[in-house]
T-cell receptor, first 114, second 112 residues
Framework: TAGITQAPTSQILAAGRSMTLRCTQDMRHNAMYWYRQDLGLGLRLIHYSNTAGTTGKGEVPDGYSVSRANTDDFPLTLASAVPSQTSVYFC?????????????FGPGTRLTVL | GNSVTQMEGPVTLSEEAFLTINCTYTATGYPSLFWYVQYPGEGLQLLLKATKADDKGSNKGFEATYRKETTSFHLEKGSVQVSDSAVYFCAPRYSSASKIIFGSGTRLSIRP
């Protein structure tokens, strides 16, 4: 199985432009997450979804929006990109929200905003 | 709020050396505890986990024991290899929140 796929692999974006990062999982997991990873800061949660049709804000949600229309897809949208959004973005999923559920990660999208 | 503290890197060791990466977490409730590993250019993947006190998680020669009395989950390996070079993240997950909390990561480099 593919697990989690993300697209694109990398992107250079002009400031002020919008962009959607795609994430798809084939494990029928209920919960999905978006993180950004910056050098020296580890992973920070942007948005999450505990189940299809619901979303919630994480630690750093400003400038990002998400939707969860179905179980498999969890796109992340930057409405008007700024240079501080340059980062590596990881999508993740877990079977549920129980504390024992591990998270599975996609390969990441490297975004550069100029 | 809940938090996790792990050893700052980078850590550089020679091949076959003993490894310890310290991790302590906030003692709020009884979280499940995870170690994730990130190899260069890849996403994170689960290395091992423990879901209750005194449990020992193990995988690929790595071990970590859930120590409730010291609120710790230190990662150990008896003899590291060059292929273990990666970034390691300690991550507790509390029942009070649906999200895992990730430590800042420890970069490990192994010299041949």
């Amino acid at each position: 199985t593919a697990g989690i796929t993300q697209a694109p692999t990398s992107q250079i974006l002009a400031a002020g432009r919008s962009m959607t990062l795609r994430c798809t999982q084939d494990m029928r997991h209920n919960a999905m997450y978006w993180y950004r990873q910056d050098l020296g800061l580890g992973l920070r949660l942007i948005h999450y979804s505990n189940t299809a049709g619901t979303t919630g804000k994480g630690e750093v949600p400003d400038g990002y929006s998400v939707s969860r229309a179905n179980t498999d897809d969890f796109p992340l949208t930057l409405a008007s990109a700024v240079p501080s959004q340059t980062s590596v973005y990881f999508c993740a999923s877990s079977r549920g929200t129980s504390e024992s559920n591990e998270q599975f990660f996609g390969p990441g999208t490297r975004l550069t905003v100029l | 709020g809940n938090s996790v503290t792990q050893m700052e890197g980078p850590v550089t060791l020679s091949e076959e050396a003993f490894l310890t990466i310290n991790c302590t977490y906030t003692a709020t409730g009884y979280p499940s505890l995870f170690w994730y590993v990130q190899y260069p250019g890849e996403g994170l993947q689960l290395l091992l986990k423990a879901t209750k006190a005194d449990d020992k998680g193990s995988n690929k020669g790595f071990e970590a024991t859930y120590r409730k009395e010291t609120t710790s989950f230190h990662l150990e390996k008896g003899s590291v290899q060059v292929s273990d070079s990666a970034v390691y993240f300690c991550a507790p997950r509390y029942s009070s929140a649906s999200k895992i909390i990730f430590g800042s990561g420890t970069r490990l480099s192994i010299r041949p």
